[in-house]
Nanobody
């Protein structure tokens, strides 16, 4: 059974930084794409950033230049470095992993940007 465990969320002031981590464990192999979505109550889940097996990355326009996605294949872990955070970045952040047998999701971690 594959599990994704997220960490790193919390409360931060505008302009601050957070680093999210998402570690995949279990019988997972041949990981292709890893990424992050976020969701605000009452709105659809929004793609934030994605990184493929060749380390090519893609970002939502709203986070370009502020967020950086990276991965450690030896640890089956994906990271999201978030800088210059804004109140509109407040959301539950979900990681996902697309691997040989399907897609798995993390449980979500709350990020709140407020003074």
């Amino acid at each position: 059974q594959v599990q994704l465990v997220e960490s790193g969320g919390g409360l931060v002031q505008p302009g601050g930084s957070l680093r999210l981590s998402c570690a995949a464990s279990g019988s997972i192999f041949s990981i292709n794409t890893m990424g992050w979505y976020r969701q605000v109550p009452g709105k659809e889940r929004e793609l934030v950033a994605v990184i493929n097996s060749g380390d090519s990355t893609s970002y939502a326009d709203s986070v370009k230049g502020r967020f950086t996605i990276s991965r450690d294949n030896a640890k089956n872990t994906v990271y999201l470095e978030m800088n210059s955070l804004k109140p509109e970045d407040t959301a539950v952040y979900y990681c996902y992993v697309h691997w040989r047998l399907g897609v798995n999701w993390g449980q979500g971690t709350q990020v709140t940007v407020s003074s």
